[in-house]
């Protein structure tokens, strides 16, 4: 799992810059052709993966059930984010996943709810399972987060 924890790293350090690297007017701008921005994107993955790992593990998330329901599967931007709720998320991006390998080291993650993944079709058994499927979703996102910037530019 340290591999899967590092590509986490790694992937949330880029989120981390490109928050740091755009406007906030940018972070909201949702492209013609686009139903989401890029901090509804980033946003998701933060609360994607302590749904996947803690919610399903019968665990609470750190996260508010607001910014959970703001951010969850299905839900889509509904105004602009504030400088704060970003730097919020930010702040998040690497806490949360601290969180969950300081957790996932100490055994926290012992009973796991199954749970069918829409976009995929497989499905998750375990948090060895869920955290592998996370890096994927993650992956899924930063390529919707790169198409973003690119519209942004033209």
Known sequence: MDFTFDVLQNTRGI???????????NLN???????????WNIAHVVVSEQLLAYRLSGLESTLSDEMINKYRKDSKPNGNVSQDEIDEIKGLLLTTLEKTKEDYEAGLFKSYNAYTVSTTGNTLNNIDEAMQFVA???????????????????
């Open 15 to 25: 989120f981390k810059k490109i928050i740091e690297n755009n406007s906030l007017e």
């Open 136 to 154: 994927i979703h993650e992956g899924l996102h930063y390529g919707y987060v790169l198409a973003l910037l690119k519209a942004l530019k033209n």
């Open 29 to 39: 701008k949702i492209p013609d052709g686009f139903n989401n921005n890029i901090i």
